[in-house]
């Protein structure tokens, strides 16, 4: 009897034990989901930060995960209030901050098209010109519309978004593309219809009328004016022309019977190549004092520039360096140009002396 009331006991005992051992499991359980909710909001309040934006679309995608625990995870009481609240006003405080970032970006993103629009609009009358563009004054016009874009698109990045910026960029190189690949069409065809022009000139120098030939280069060097061509390209032609004028007025001298007629010519074209030199001259004067200006326009930008990127001060005094190297070059030119021109002038003043005393004595 006794022995049957003890073993009763013990399992009574052996039940409270286990009851009392479930108990302190369930509140580790519970107190381990409190945690686990609680380190979640934590990282849903950082871990959606990219430098200084917030990733809304992910925060509030994790938010809903959360919502999720709050139902699956079974938690006291105390704890789902509290975290809760904790929860709600995080959210909360994240959709006043993406409703703010939202309004913020809508004004920026009207500032955007507006710089945007002007920049296209530059960029479209380059394209405009350049498509119709058949002399090289006309793609010089074109081109600089494309700088004063760029320098526009430099200065004015910073007020652009992503999407706007990209788009500015992408269409003022397919302009630039455009241009450069049908100024350089242009241009090939330019050089062969005056390459065969040139070298009949210089048949006819050698095979001809070298009289005839001289008049053909004055002709030729009035095309080549307007014409596009690279620099090897005009230099050839020159070179060619040279040797034309070369041929012919050395057939010329030669021929006694017409050595009258042969002076008029030689004078006729020494004043017929001043011209084009004073010409040339002019035009290297006037580039000298383009790049001097542009000099000048870049130091503005330096002296005016209060930001901080210092790529961007990099990047034109580059630039101020490039221009720097093209005046060493042109100034050469403009310095061995007028050396030429006084030649001429001189040879021009020696070769009328003669003709004028004898008008004189006739």
């Known amino acids: 009897m006794e022995s049957q009331i003890d073993n009763e006991n013990d399992n009574i005992n052996d039940e409270n034990i286990s009851e009392e051992k479930k108990s302190k499991q369930k509140i580790?359980?519970?107190?381990?989901?409190?945690?686990?909710?609680?380190d979640e909001i934590y990282n849903l309040e950082?871990?959606?930060?990219?430098?200084?934006?917030?990733?809304?679309?992910?925060?509030?995608?994790?938010?809903k995960q959360i919502t999720e625990l709050f139902k699956s995870l079974e938690i006291l009481n105390e704890d789902r209030k509290t975290l809760w609240k904790s929860f709600k006003h995080l959210c909360d405080k994240v959709r006043s901050e993406q409703k703010e970032s939202q309004e913020k970006f809508s004004v920026q993103k009207e500032s955007s098209n507006q710089v945007r629009d002007e920049i296209i609009a530059i960029i479209e009358k380059?394209?405009?010109i350049g498509?119709?563009?058949?002399?090289?004054?006309?793609?010089?016009?074109?081109?600089?519309?494309l700088i004063k874009a760029l320098v526009h698109l430099k200065k004015q990045n910073p007020q652009l978004i992503r999407i706007d910026s990209?788009?500015?960029?992408?269409t003022w190189k397919k302009v630039k593309d455009e241009q450069e690949t049908r100024k350089a069409k242009l241009g090939q065809e330019s050089y062969d219809i005056l390459a065969k022009i040139t070298n009949t000139a210089?048949?006819?120098?050698?095979?001809?009328?070298?009289?005839?030939?001289?008049?053909?280069?004055?002709e030729i060097r009035s095309q080549i004016r307007n014409a596009i061509l690279t620099r090897v390209q005009y230099?050839?032609?020159?070179?060619?022309?040279?040797?034309?004028?070369?041929?012919?007025?050395?057939r010329i001298k030669e021929n006694k019977e017409v050595r009258e007629e042969k002076e008029k010519e030689w004078l006729e074209y020494q004043k017929q190549k001043l011209p084009a030199l004073k010409h040339r001259l002019q035009k290297r004067e006037e580039e000298l004092e383009k790049l001097e200006n542009e000099i000048d326009y870049l130091d503005g930008l330096i002296a005016n520039y209060d930001g901080n990127d210092s790529t961007y001060k990099d990047k034109v005094e580059s630039y101020i360096f490039e221009k720097e190297d093209k005046i060493d070059v042109v100034y050469k030119d403009i310095k061995n140009l007028r050396s030429k021109v006084k030649r001429l002038d001189t040879s021009l003043e020696q070769e009328s002396k003669p003709q004028q005393t004898q008008e004189k004595n006739s």
Not at 131 to 145: G, H, I, P, R, V
Not at 166 to 170: D, F, G, I, L, Q
Not at 202 to 218: F, R, S, V
């Open 28 to 38: 580790v359980v519970v107190e381990e989901n409190a945690k686990s909710i609680k």
């Open 46 to 63: 950082f871990g959606h930060i990219q430098g200084e934006h917030r990733n809304y679309k992910g925060f509030f995608i994790h938010a």
């Open 126 to 128: 380059a394209s405009e």
């Open 131 to 145: 498509l119709n563009a058949t002399t090289q004054s006309e793609f010089d016009k074109a081109n600089n519309l």
């Open 166 to 170: 990209k788009n500015c960029w992408n």
């Open 202 to 218: 210089l048949e006819t120098a050698k095979e001809g009328n070298p009289h005839e030939a001289l008049k053909l280069i004055k």
């Open 235 to 250: 230099r050839e032609l020159n070179t060619t022309l040279q040797q034309v004028g070369d041929i012919a007025i050395g």
